[in-house]
C-alpha cells in the first residue's frame, strides 16, 4: 500500500498526488515511469511518468490526467488514502549529459515528466529553454516549477488564453531557426504533438528526443504490448524506452496502436462517471 | 464422440475394481495389461468453450486405484529414468493402488513439492510416460500407466483432506537469501532454504505471486486457487514475499548483496520478450505476444468481462502462430473470450508438436482448427491499421535438422490468404533482460540466458545462482522445480561454510 500525503487538482482534469513509495523514490532518475493498479484483483495496470521524487521523505509525485478507468478511481482517492500497487522505477533513465542548449517541450499533461529531465538538463550545465503548451490557460500545469528551471520559457495556448496563441511547434521551428541552434530537442506531450515537433526539427538537423507512453501491462519485458516501431525495427517502450530518437519512430502506427482499446475504453469510461458519481467533463479528448 | 460423465466413469471403474480385488490369486502382468487405460472425466468440450472452469477433473477413487494396478511395478523402474526430478513413481502408484493415499503423497514430496501443479502440466508423453513398460508393452504412449493424472489425484486427496501441513522449519540461521520472481523454480528455493532455517525473501514485479503459473497457464487447466495454497505454505514456513518488486530497477542485484545484506541470491526471473516473426504487419492493431493475450485473461481476469478492467480484445476470427503449450493455451482461451474461429498455424505436423498431447486433443475437441505444414508470411491490415487477414504459404517435410526432426521446406506459390481479425504470435520468448542489463560481471549466453553450473545453478558471480527459463530458455515446470531443487541444495551447502 502506497499512502498518498498530498493531492492537489492542477487543472479540471489533471491531478497530482505526492505517494510514499521510498525505495522507487531513492532509485528513479529523470525519464522513469511506474506502473499503478488502483486493486489486486480487478483493476488494470497503468504507467504513468514520475514528475518528480523526494528521496528524503520517500515519496514520489505522479501527474496525470483523467482519462480511463484508473485515472478516475485515483484521482477520485483522498488525500490520506492508499494506492494498492505500485511497481518502478521502469525504463532506461533519460541520458543527460552537457551538450549545451536544449530545447524542452512539454505538451498537455507531458510537461510533467519533462519537469524532471529539464531538471537534470539544467543540473548538467546545459542552457534550457522551455516551451510548454496547452488547448487553454486552465490546462497549463506547472509553469511556475518550470520557471524556476528555465534559462527562457515559452508558454503557448490553443486559444491564447494563456502567452502566446500558438502550437508549441511555432517557438520550436523559431528556436531552431536561431543561431546557433539548439543541440537537442526533448518533446513530451500526446503523439501528434512529438510527431509534429520531430517533423519541425528534422529539417534543422536539431536530435529530438521523445518519450513514448504506450499500452503496457508488465512494464519489465515480458508482453510485448508496449512495441512501436523505430526506424524499422520492432523495439519495446518498457525496457528499450520510454525515449527514443523522435526522428525515427513511426508515429502512425503508434497512434493506431493506442487505439487498440478503445471501444471498451469508452464503454469503461462511462460506467466510471456513473459509478464514481464524477461529474463528465467539458471538452473531453477522446 | 459421446461424452462420458465423471460418475460414470466411476461406477464403471468401480464394477471393474470389485472384480479384481474379490480374486483370490495376485495379479499377473498380463491381467494388469487387461485393465482399459482410465480415460480422465473432463467437462464436456461444448460446455468447457463458454467458461473457464478446468477442463480435466481428475480421477474419482476407484478410476484412480484402478489406473494405478495397470502399474507392473517393474524392478528397473524406467519410469523413474524419465522423470527430471527422479520421483519413486512405482512406490506412489502402488500406494494408490493398495489405498494408502498419505503414504502415496509422502513419497512424491520426497521429490517433488508441487504435485498438484506437476501432476497437471508435466509433459508425461515424453517423461515418465514415454519410458512406462506398459505403454511400450500396448505399443501405445498414451496406454502408459497415467502417472501424471495419478500424482494429481494424490495431491488432490491431500489438498482436499485439508491436512497438507506445512514443512517443518529449523531454527533460524541469521542467514538471508533473496529468491528473484515466483514462479516453479524460486517456489522451490525458497520453500528449499526456507527449511534450512535461513530467512527468505522472494521478490516478485506483479502484484501476485506465482509467475508463469499465475500470467501464463491459464485457469482451464491449472485452477489458480491451486496455486495460491502453494503460495500460502511458503507464507505460513515464514518466507517473506514483496510483490511490486522488480530487482534491476527497484533495487540492484548488487544492493541486495552489497547493501541489503543478503548473503545469497537465486535469479529465478523467467521468461522475458516475445518472440516474434519478424514479418510485416506485426505491429498492426490485433496482433498479441501470447504473453500478453495470456496475462490479459489470466493475471488480470479479462475473462470476467463484467468485473475486471484490462480489455481484451474482441476477436471473431483468430489466428493463432505456433505449435507449443502456449499456442494452445491461447488458442482455448480466445475461444472462451468469445473467438467465433480460432486457426491454429503450425508449419510442421502434429507429431513434431511440442505441445502435451492431451492439450492438442482438448483444443481440437473444443473447434480449434488446425493448420498444419502453414506458415504465416505476412499480416494485412485494413485503413485504420487494424489486422484484416493474414498471408500463409503451405511446407512440407524435408530431410532431418540436427533436431532430429524432418526439416519444414517451403513450398514454393503455395501462398494464399485467411481473413482474420486477430494474430496470437506463440513462437516462444527470450530471457528475461533485465536483471543482465543491470548487473555488472553476470555471465550469460549469446540468446541471453544466463550461464549457470548445471549441478549447483551458480552463476558466474560468487553467492549468486540461477534457475529455470532464465537459464534454460522456454522450458517445462519440472524442470524449472528440479534446477531450483539443485540450486537450493547449493545455497544451503554454501551457506553452511559461511
Same mark, same amino acid.
Not at chain 2, 295 to 306: E, G, Q, S, V
Not at chain 2, 320 to 327: C, E, F, I, K, S
Not at chain 2, 434 to 437: D, F, N
Given at each position: 500500500?502506497h499512502?498518498?500525503v498530498q493531492?492537489?487538482q492542477?487543472s479540471?482534469?489533471v491531478?497530482l498526488?505526492?505517494?510514499?513509495a521510498?525505495l522507487i ?5 529523470p525519464g522513469?515511469f511506474v506502473?499503478v493498479q ?6 488494470? $495496470?497503468?504507467?504513468l ?5 523526494d528521496?528524503?521523505a520517500?515519496t ?5 490526467q483523467?482519462v480511463?478507468?484508473?485515472?478516475h478511481?485515483?484521482a ?15 525504463g532506461?533513465?533519460?541520458h543527460?549529459?552537457k ?7 512539454g505538451?498537455?499533461i ?6 524532471p529531465?529539464a531538471?537534470?538538463m539544467k543540473l548538467?550545465?546545459n542552457?534550457?529553454?522551455?516551451v510548454?503548451?496547452?488547448?487553454n490557460?486552465?490546462l ?6 518550470m520557471r524556476?528551471i ?5 508558454v503557448c495556448?490553443d486559444?491564447?488564453?494563456?502567452g502566446?496563441?500558438?502550437l508549441?511547434?511555432a517557438p520550436?521551428k523559431?528556436l531552431?531557426e $536561431? ?5 537537442l530537442?526533448?518533446?513530451?506531450g500526446p503523439p501528434i504533438?512529438?510527431?509534429f515537433?520531430?517533423e ?7 536530435p529530438?528526443?521523445?518519450s ?7 512494464g519489465?519485458g515480458m ?5 512501436v ?8 517502450v518498457?525496457?528499450d524506452?520510454p525515449e527514443?530518437?523522435g526522428?525515427?519512430v513511426?508515429?502512425?502506427?503508434l497512434?493506431?496502436?493506442l487505439?487498440t482499446?478503445?471501444p471498451?475504453e469508452?464503454e469503461?469510461?462511462?460506467?466510471c ?11 473531453r479528448?477522446p | 464422440?459421446?461424452?462420458a ?10 464394477a ?9 490369486e ?6 494388469r495389461?487387461k485393465?482399459p487405460?482410465?480415460?480422465m ?16 477433473l481428475g480421477?474419482g477413487?476407484a ?6 494396478l495397470?502399474?507392473?511395478q517393474?524392478k528397473?523402474?524406467p519410469?523413474?529414468?524419465g522423470?527430471?526430478v527422479?520421483?519413486?513413481i512405482p512406490?506412489?502408484v502402488?500406494a494408490?493402488a493398495?489405498n ?5 503423497i509422502?513419497i512424491?514430496?520426497r521429490?517433488?513439492?508441487?504435485p498438484a501443479?506437476?501432476g497437471?502440466?508435466c509433459p508425461q508423453?515424453?517423461?515418465?510416460q514415454?519410458?512406462c513398460?506398459?505403454?511400450k508393452a ?6 502408459a500407466v ?8 494424490a495431491?488432490d486427496?491431500e489438498?482436499?483432506q485439508g ?5 517443518a522449519v529449523k ?8 529468491v ?11 520453500a528449499d ?6 530467512a527468505v525473501?522472494? =521478490?516478485e514485479a =506483479?502484484?501476485?505471486?506465482g509467475?508463469v503459473?499465475l500470467y501464463g497457464?491459464?485457469? =482451464? ?7 495460491e495454497l502453494e ?11 514483496r510483490t ?10 548488487r544492493q541486495?548483496?552489497d547493501?541489503d545484506?543478503?548473503?545469497?541470491? =537465486?535469479?529465478g526471473?523467467?521468461?522475458g520478450?516475445?518472440?516474434f ?10 496482433v498479441f505476444s501470447?504473453?500478453e493475450?495470456l ?12 468485473r ?10 483468430v489466428a ?8 494452445m493455451?491461447?488458442a ?9 474461429e480460432v ?8 507429431v ?7 492439450e492438442?486433443a482438448h483444443?481440437?475437441?473444443e473447434?480449434v482448427?488446425f493448420h498444419?505444414l502453414?506458415n504465416a508470411k505476412?499480416i494485412?491490415g485494413?485503413?485504420?491499421g487494424?489486422v484484416?487477414?493474414i ?7 524435408g530431410?532431418p535438422?540436427?533436431?532430429g526432426r524432418?526439416?519444414p ?8 490468404v485467411m481473413?482474420?481479425?486477430?494474430v ?7 530471457p528475461?533482460p533485465?536483471?543482465?542489463?543491470t548487473?555488472?560481471g553476470?555471465?550469460?549466453s549469446r ?5 549457470a ?5 551458480q ?11 532464465i537459464?534454460l530458455?522456454?522450458?517445462?515446470v519440472?524442470?524449472a522445480m528440479g534446477e531450483g ?7 544451503n551447502?554454501?551457506l553452511?561454510?559461511r
Open positions: 500500500m499512502r498518498i493531492k492537489r492542477l479540471d482534469e491531478f498526488l505526492r505517494v510514499e521510498p523514490a531513492a532509485a528513479r532518475r522513469q506502473i488502483a486493486d489486486s484483483e480487478f483493476g488494470e $495496470r497503468i504507467p511518468t514520475i514528475a518528480d521524487a528521496p528524503a520517500g514520489i509525485t505522479l501527474i496525470f483523467v480511463g478507468h484508473t485515472t478511481r485515483l477520485a482517492l483522498p488525500e490520506g488514502g492508499a494506492i494498492e500497487n505500485v511497481l518502478g522505477p521502469l532506461r533513465p533519460t543527460i549529459e551538450v549545451g542548449t536544449v530545447v524542452c517541450v505538451g498537455g507531458g510537461v510533467a515528466p519533462l519537469h529531465i531538471q537534470g548538467a550545465g542552457r534550457v529553454v522551455i510548454i503548451g496547452a488547448r490557460a486552465k497549463v500545469i506547472l509553469e511556475d516549477e524556476a528555465a534559462d527562457e520559457l515559452i495556448t486559444d491564447g488564453s494563456r502566446r496563441k500558438a508549441v511547434t520550436l523559431e531552431c $536561431r543561431s546557433p541552434k539548439p543541440d530537442a526533448v518533446a513530451i504533438m512529438m510527431k515537433c520531430a519541425t526539427t528534422r529539417p534543422y538537423g536539431v529530438t528526443v521523445v513514448l507512453n504506450t499500452i503496457m501491462v508488465d519489465t508482453c510485448g504490448g508496449c512495441r516501431t523505430v526506424g524499422g525495427q520492432t523495439r519495446f518498457c525496457v524506452g527514443f530518437d526522428h525515427q513511426d508515429f502512425d502506427n497512434m493506431q496502436r487505439r482499446y478503445k471498451r469508452d469503461l469510461h462511462e460506467r462517471h456513473l459509478e464514481l458519481g464524477i461529474a463528465r467533463l467539458e471538452g479528448r | 464422440m459421446t461424452h460423465t465423471p460418475e460414470t466413469l466411476e461406477a464403471e471403474a468401480r471393474q475394481l470389485d472384480a479384481l480385488l474379490a480374486r483370490a495376485p495379479l499377473k502382468a498380463k491381467d495389461l485393465i487405460p482410465q480415460p472425466p473432463s467437462q464436456p468440450a461444448a460446455v468447457r468453450r463458454g467458461n473457464i472452469e478446468e477442463v480435466a480421477f477413487p478410476q484412480a486405484r484402478l489406473e494405478a495397470r502399474c507392473w517393474c528397473n523402474a519410469c523413474i529414468e522423470c527430471p527422479r520421483i519413486d512406490g506412489f502402488r494408490i493398495e494408502r493415499l498419505e503414504e502415496a509422502a512424491l514430496k521429490n517433488t513439492i508441487l501443479i506437476c497437471r502440466v508423453e515424453t517423461q515418465c514415454e519410458k513398460t506398459v505403454g500396448l505399443k501405445d504412449v498414451n496406454a497415467a502417472i501424471g493424472r495419478l500424482e494429481r489425484y495431491a486427496w489438498r482436499e491436512c497438507a501441513a506445512p514443512p531454527p533460524e540461521t541469521g542467514k538471508k537469501v533473496a528473484i520472481g515466483s514462479g516453479p523454480a524460486s517456489i522451490t528455493v525458497a532454504v526456507r527449511r534450512e532455517g535461513h525473501t522472494m =521478490f =506483479f502484484h501476485k505471486p509467475g503459473l497457464i491459464p485457469e =482451464f487447466r491449472l485452477p489458480k486457487r491451486i496455486v503460495i500460502a505454505t511458503l507464507r505460513a514456513m515464514g518466507v517473506e514475499i511490486n518488486f522488480v530487482v534491476g530497477r527497484t533495487r540492484t542485484l541486495l548483496l547493501e545484506g543478503y548473503d545469497a541470491v =537465486f535469479i526471473a523467467g521468461a520478450l516475445p518472440k516473426m519478424n514479418i510485416p504487419g506485426e505491429n498492426l492493431v490485433g501470447a504473453n493475450y496475462t490479459r485473461a489470466n493475471l488480470m481476469r479479462a475473462y470476467d468481462k463484467a475486471a478492467h484490462t480489455p481484451i480484445y474482441p476477436s471473431r476470427k493463432v502462430l505456433g505449435g507449443g503449450n502456449v499456442a493455451d491461447a482455448r482461451m480466445a475461444l472462451r473470450i468469445g473467438a467465433e486457426h491454429l498455424v503450425y508449419r510442421r505436423t502434429e513434431e508438436m511440442p505441445a502435451r498431447v492431451e492438442v483444443a481440437k475437441e473447434g482448427e498444419l502453414q505476412r494485412l485494413d485503413e485504420y487494424r484484416k487477414a498471408e500463409c504459404v503451405r511446407y512440407e517435410l530431410e535438422d540436427e533436431s524432418r526439416r521446406v517451403e513450398v514454393k506459390g503455395s501462398e494464399f481473413d482474420v481479425d486477430t496470437i504470435v506463440a513462437i516462444g520468448n527470450e528475461n533485465l536483471i543482465r542489463q548487473t555488472e553476470l555471465q550469460t540468446w541471453g540466458t544466463i550461464l553450473d548445471e549441478a549447483t545453478g552463476t558466474s558471480l560468487e553467492r549468486v545462482y540461477a534457475g529455470g527459463d537459464v530458455g522456454a522450458a517445462t519440472i524442470l531443487r539443485r540450486a537450493a541444495a547449493a545455497i551447502a554454501m553452511a561454510t
